[in-house]
């Protein structure tokens, strides 16, 4: 695919992957400081992880590593997107947020979204995370809820790799300690003692900047390679 966008614009073309991208922007301009292997969690209407081992990028023999969203987590029949049923991202990440959310409004349940007199059906994530930073209690109770999910995928995960620093980025680390303090707690209930004592756990400092940063620096280091 790159030699075909090259063809048509001239100049040499990099194609990376957004969480990798993301991992590599927070490793190299954001929270990172001495820690060498280090996972990122985007967390946004799907999940992916982006994987720092020994201070560089981790892509797996077929460069789909990360794919973190669609570890078989639970026994459910919800189809996910990849075709799959049970994944994790079926009920943890921000499309099964969104469906969660417009269910409970359909039960009854009350929120600013409702008061706002915002259709279920119209609601997106986005809107889910302003009532959020705005205190809503609904937002903040199904966050609650994905966050404990999130933190037993992230157990798994410390337990596999037992990681220096684990970063919280994408679009529900917007919410900051509405994710990070149910994940967290979950991860102190799954993972073990000695691993977990050994990783930090701490949201994105470049936010929605960190996939732009990482990918420019990512391009940087390769022409220079190629140089």
């Not at 994408?170 to 509405?178: D, F, I």
């Amino acid at each position: 695919m790159s030699k075909v966008i090259e063809a048509s614009v001239g100049i040499r073309v990099f194609l990376e992957n957004d969480s990798r991208a993301m991992a590599y922007g927070e490793f190299s301009s954001g929270i990172v400081g001495d820690e060498k292997d280090v996972l990122f969690l985007n967390i946004d209407y799907g999940i992916g992880m982006g994987i720092m081992i020994n201070g560089q990028l981790s892509y797996g023999k077929s460069g789909y590593s990360g794919e973190v969203g669609h570890i078989p987590l639970f026994q459910n029949e919800i189809i996910c997107q990849c075709g799959k049923k049970g994944c994790l991202e079926t009920e943890a990440a921000g499309w099964a947020l969104v469906n969660m959310f417009r269910e409970r409004l359909l039960q009854g349940s009350s929120s600013l979204l409702s008061l706002a007199k915002l259709s279920p059906q119209d609601i997106k994530l986005e809107d889910i995370i302003e009532a959020a930073q705005k205190d809503d209690v609904l937002s903040i109770e199904l966050l609650a809820e994905i966050g404990e999910k999130l933190g037993r995928a992230i157990a798994l995960l410390i337990n596999i790799f037992n990681p220096e620093l684990v970063i919280l980025g994408g679009s529900l680390s917007q919410t900051q300690e509405y994710i990070r303090l149910p994940i967290k707690s979950a991860v102190n209930k799954y993972s073990l003692s000695l691993v977990n004592n050994d990783t930090q756990l701490k949201i994105s400092k470049l936010g929605n900047s960190a996939g732009v940063i990482g990918a420019c620096l990512l391009v940087r280091d390769r022409l220079l390679e190629i140089a």
